[in-house]
């Protein structure tokens, strides 16, 4: 070791105040010799002693330095003789120096202080605040309609500038697997086909298990980690993992990975998180976005969406096709360019309430090219959103409906109003039959009896005879014209349903005819019969059924007459009289016939007549079974008793 | 003339006829004055073209009848007040309910069908005279006149 000081040039009161400075110092001469360098420099420097490196290259000393900026920097100064300054990162020393270099004639004196807090601290703001410009990035990313994988690679690439990250993996999960999948990866080069599935029992359980991040600074020696030997042989060292989703619901895995001996620090995982938070968002948003997309897409509905301004944000691919015209083209244009035709308005008038009034709103309306449509607009994400149907055929088959309706209801009006000129022609038809036909009858009658009364004596008995015959024929005209009105009458007669006690009513119509025509008749009532009818008609039939009865049994020797119902719910009324034929049935129940001579029994021929029409006003059917000789059965049907009215 | 009498409002010759012979046979021997329409009956009881007669005791009424209807009739008379308190009975051949509610509601003091059988005619003309002008005791005004 040379006893000599440290450099000649550099005076010992100037080696002394260099020796206690606070920053490195060094000087080299113009060939690149270190001519004095102070303790502090050397510290820093990991230097060995003054005697091993005075005169000795500058860049064999510091081999590290080599293409360094400390080597162009300290060149520059040499040469240009131009002092410089700056900061750099020294790989001898792992650290960052702030350098000063002042030339001189002979060399270059260099300042130099170790600045890695500072640097470090302003780089780690640095970062900070590009972490949060880039979170506020990717946000803003993940809300505008993007396919989701470019989203992966943005964020990928996001993690790769922002968090220095030498590899990262983005995987998402897959539920009915239970596998993660790679969805986007930086840095692996060839190996990233190796990483193309993570099981579940990985760094992914860990970081569930974890409840949402975790980290190591060496993968390598990490055995939560999988395929620690690739990490190994990229080099790879400190590892944040992190969980998009839950721990309870996963969706994917966010993993960055770096080289050297740098760890991640606590901005570095708040960053990760966020992003992987703002990804599973994203990720959320999409899944609906899709499920939305593909209902939309399904439905046979057309579907239209739009904003406050009614530009349409969406169309379904049905919706173009009405329009004939792609998606693209349709979004962005106003909703009402499709709807300027007459009737249009309305329309626009239902999205503008969906709007304005915050609640559905429904429309119908026929299109230029005469289809019907139904709209439903709903108030949707800022905006309306509208369901269209073709309701054409419906709308077709209403409106024929409704035609055949009213055609059908003026065909009603026409007859009613036909059926009641008819009936006030009828009217007035039975008042000239009660009144102008009687007149000429009574004079029939009465001046019959007044030319017996008054000429009988020049009568003899042959003309007395005829002219109770005239008598005679003239009063049976006059029950006639009576029976023709009864009948008239029931055609007209107001309906007013009630409950009707049958039994009793035949009982009472018997009681009349025993006291206006006495015999020994055995009638037979079943108790409790009853239906839904107008009472006076009901009787008018019941009264006509059993008077004929009465009056067909009267040469019986054991006349019975019985009233009831059969089994199959039909009423009936028999009798073991004179009976009829059954091959002039159909005959019974027409006005004026008559099946038995005047003689035999008398009668006018309209009571059954009588009888069939109030059975069908009530809406029931009648019909006959009889026997000569045997008696007569008539069987009808009548509308069931209301049991709420009785 | 003072003298009480029956007015008949019938257009039909038979009928009057048959109705005079009723009333002869049962001896009711009043007057009987005959109007064949309703216009002409119009004009006897309210325009007092009655060659000096008083109003009628009992007026007998058909309904139909010409010009004026035996309705129309009688509600003038029930709206008179000369003859508002006439007894006064509808003899018609028709017997439709309608007309029956009608004439009652009018204010009609019997309705009378006629029947078709002289023998019971008679015996209705004799009912209705024995009661309107033999039994029945007529309103005050009519029976000071």
């Known amino acids: 070791m040379s006893q000599s000081s440290p450099l000649p040039a550099f005076q010992p009161d100037l080696a002394n105040v260099l020796e206690r400075i606070t920053d490195g110092f060094f000087a080299l001469d113009a060939q690149w010799n270190i001519v004095y360098m102070n303790a502090e420099a050397r510290r820093m420097l990991h230097a060995p002693p003054v005697s091993e490196i005075l005169g000795k290259q500058w860049l064999e000393t510091f081999p590290m330095a080599r293409g360094t900026a400390f080597e162009r920097e300290y060149a520059r100064a040499m040469r240009d003789q131009v002092p410089v300054s700056f900061v750099e990162w020294s790989r001898t020393s792992n650290c960052w120096f702030e350098v000063k270099a002042y030339p001189s004639p002979d060399g270059i004196s260099v300042y130099f202080r170790d600045v ?386 049958l039994s009793a009513l035949a009982a009472s119509v018997c009681e009349d005819l025993r006291e206006s025509d006495p015999r020994d008749v055995i009638v037979e009532i079943e108790p409790g019969l009853r239906a839904s009818g107008e009472p006076a008609l009901l009787r008018a039939a019941l009264q006509n059924l059993i008077g004929n009865a009465w009056k067909f049994t009267r040469k019986t020797p054991a006349p019975l007459i019985r009233v009831g119902r059969t089994s199959e719910g039909e009423f009936f009324v028999s009798d073991n009289g004179a009976g009829f034929d059954m091959a002039y049935a159909g005959k019974l129940f027409g006005a004026f016939q008559r099946l038995h001579s005047a003689d035999e029994f008398e009668g006018t021929g309209i009571g059954l007549a009588t009888v069939a029409r109030i059975i069908h006003r009530h809406g029931g059917i009648i019909r006959a079974e009889g026997e000569v000789g045997k008696g007569a059965t008539f069987y009808f049907t009548l509308p069931e008793e209301t049991r709420a009215a009785s | 003339m003072k003298k009480p009498y029956i007015l008949l409002i019938e257009d039909n010759d038979d009928d009057i006829e048959l109705t005079r012979r009723a009333f002869a046979k049962n001896h009711i021997v009043n007057d009987i004055v005959v109007l064949r329409d309703g216009a002409e009956a119009c004009e006897f009881l309210f325009e007092e073209k009655r060659e000096g007669r008083s109003l009628p005791q009992f007026i007998l009424l058909d309904l139909k009848l010409p010009k004026v209807s035996g309705l129309e009739l009688l509600e003038r008379i029930r709206k008179d007040e000369r003859t508002a308190l006439i007894p006064t009975v509808i003899l018609t051949s028709s017997k439709q309910e309608e007309d029956r509610l009608a004439g009652y509601k009018l204010g009609v003091n019997s309705y009378v069908r006629k029947p078709v059988d002289f023998n019971e005619f008679v015996e209705a003309v004799r009912q209705v005279g024995l009661y309107w002008l033999v039994l029945n005791e007529p309103p005050p005004s009519i029976g000071e006149e």
Not at chain 1, 229 to 249: S, W
Not at chain 1, 396 to 421: G, H, K, M, P, S
Not at chain 1, 478 to 501: G, N, P, T
């Open chain 1, 116 to 501: 890695t807090t500072r640097v470090e601290a302003e780089r780690e703001l640095e970062r900070r605040s590009s972490q949060q410009e880039a979170l506020i990035e990717l946000s803003r990313a993940a809300l505008t309609e993007r396919p989701i994988e470019q989203l992966f690679d943005e964020v990928v690439e996001m993690l790769v500038v922002y968090l220095g990250a030498a590899a990262v993996e983005l995987y998402t999960y897959d539920e009915r697997t239970r596998m993660f999948r790679l969805r986007s990866s930086d840095g692996w080069g060839e190996k990233a086909d190796a990483r193309a599935v993570l099981p579940y029992a990985s760094q992914a359980a860990a970081a569930i298990a974890a409840g949402g991040t975790i980290q190591t600074v060496d993968v390598r020696l990490d055995e939560r980690f999988v395929d620690r030997g690739l990490f190994a042989e990229l080099g790879l060292r400190a590892a944040a993992c992190t969980l998009i989703g839950t721990p309870e619901v996963p969706q994917g895995l966010l993993a960055a990975y770096l080289t050297g001996d740098r760890a991640f620090g606590t901005a570095d995982l708040h960053f990760l998180e966020a992003v992987a938070a703002t990804l599973g968002e994203a990720m959320r948003a999409a899944q609906s976005s899709r499920q939305t997309r593909e209902i939309l897409e399904s439905i046979t509905d057309a579907f239209v969406a739009c904003d406050r301004d009614l530009r349409v944000t969406y169309v379904n691919e049905r919706m173009a096709a009405f329009y004939g015209r792609k998606r693209e083209e349709i979004v962005g244009t106003n909703v009402r360019e499709y709807l300027g035709y007459p009737g249009g308005e309305h329309v626009v008038a239902a999205f503008r309430s969906a709007l304005d009034d915050d609640r559905p709103a429904t429309f119908e309306t026929q299109t230029p090219n005469r289809r019907w449509y139904e709209g439903r607009v709903y108030p949707w994400m800022n905006g309306v959103a509208c369901y269209i149907r073709d309701v054409t055929r419906r709308k077709l088959d209403d409106l024929r409906i409704r035609e055949l309706n009213t055609e059908l209801e003026r065909r009603v009006r026409e007859r009613t109003l036909q059926l009641e000129a008819a009936n006030k022609e009828l009217e007035s038809f039975a008042y000239s039959v009660s009144h102008d036909l009687r007149a000429p009858l009574r004079a029939i009658d009465g001046f019959s009896q007044v030319l017996e009364e008054d000429f009988g004596d020049q009568l003899n008995e042959t003309a007395r005879g005829y002219l109770g015959r005239i008598r005679a024929a003239a009063r049976r005209m006059a029950e006639l014209i009576d029976a023709l009105l009864q009948l008239a009458r029931i055609a007209r007669h107001s309906m007013s349903f009630q409950d009707v006690d």
